[in-house]
């Protein structure tokens, strides 16, 4: 007959008990409710979200569209134009004085090469890395979710952080625009008008997009993170293989393999503000996104299911 093993005092030893039952001499691991799921990926959001860390990085990403507002209105104060038509400055700004709407595609152009996967290389080149150096992954395997589930706590995670910094962009972004330019009916690239509801629906649209577009950068940190036990070292190797990527994507000489990188369609967002939408791209970028995520996501798998955890 099946009892449950009595908890110690201690509470590793507690964890491990009610995650076991005994039958004879054998110790069955017990499968973990879904409820007890549902706990993790929760615990897992609060203690990400009230990080100083993270807070300090979604106030500097939310600080952008701050200063690029600001920056428009003093160069547009008397009268002059950003821009001039000369493709200088980030997607839209020279459409930013006519409607402050086009500041959350303006702010979202200028975070998404740099700021925002940064940000997100942080969170998850963090993610098993800085558990590990800690010293708190350990005892975080004890309980009955087990290696897979707290990699799927944590992925899980790094994707909700990818959506609120976006978010946040965007909804900053919005604020300023709508105190320092006008808004209103707004012209798309094909140069037919929309009313602003329309264009306020195609915003929400395009910050959903560019937060899918960092999916495939949330697995690459995530993976990092499984191959090293240094927090700081997992973030470094992340922000620094954005960075190469970046380069790579720039030179000429590369551009037979160019679409098959990460960043390659991160700006066709922009098609999302034509008329019609042209969805070429964005469906090579999403596809993009989803085959590195399941890569990666595969090899963070891999390896950390198989990773020796003795500190």
């Not at 969170?123 to 589930?149: C, F, S």
Request: net charge neutral; charged share 10%; hydrophobic share 55%.
């Amino acid at each position: 007959m099946s009892q449950v093993e009595p908890a110690t005092t201690t509470t590793t030893t507690a964890a491990a008990a009610a995650s076991a039952t005994t039958v004879g001499e054998v110790e069955v691991p017990r499968r973990p409710s879904p409820l007890w799921t549902f706990g993790l990926l929760r615990s897992e959001l609060v203690i990400t979200f009230r990080r100083w860390r993270t807070l300090a990085l979604l106030g500097v990403l939310a600080a952008v569209p701050i200063l690029v507002g600001i920056a428009v209105k003093i160069e547009t104060g008397d009268g002059g134009s950003v821009g001039g038509g000369g493709g200088e400055g980030p997607a839209f700004i020279s459409q930013v004085t006519n409607n402050g709407l086009f500041l959350v595609f303006t702010a979202l152009a200028a975070t998404l090469p740099f700021f925002l996967p940064m940000a997100i290389g942080v969170v998850a080149g963090d993610a098993i890395a800085g558990e590990a150096n800690a010293g708190t992954l350990r005892y975080l395997l004890v309980a009955p979710a087990g290696r897979t589930r707290l990699l799927l706590a944590k992925y899980a995670t790094t994707m909700a952080f990818c959506l609120v910094a976006t978010l946040v962009v965007a909804a900053s972004a919005m604020a300023v625009g709508a105190l320092l330019f006008p808004l209103g009916d707004l012209t798309t690239i094909s140069g037919t008008r929309i009313t602003f509801a329309e264009g306020l629906g195609r915003a929400v649209l395009i910050a959903l997009v560019v937060a899918a577009s960092l999916v495939g950068v949330a697995a690459l940190g995530l993976f990092v993170s499984t191959l090293t036990s240094s927090g700081i070292a997992a973030m470094a190797t992340t922000v620094g293989l954005l960075i190469t990527v970046q380069i790579l994507d720039q030179i000429p000489q590369l551009h037979a393999i160019q679409p098959y990188f990460f960043s390659h369609y991160w700006l066709s967002f922009a098609d999302l503000m034509r008329e019609p939408v042209y969805w070429d791209d964005l469906v090579k970028n999403l596809g993009l996104q989803a085959l590195y995520a399941a890569v990666f996501g595969s090899a963070a798998w891999a390896r950390f299911t198989t990773k020796d955890i003795s500190t």
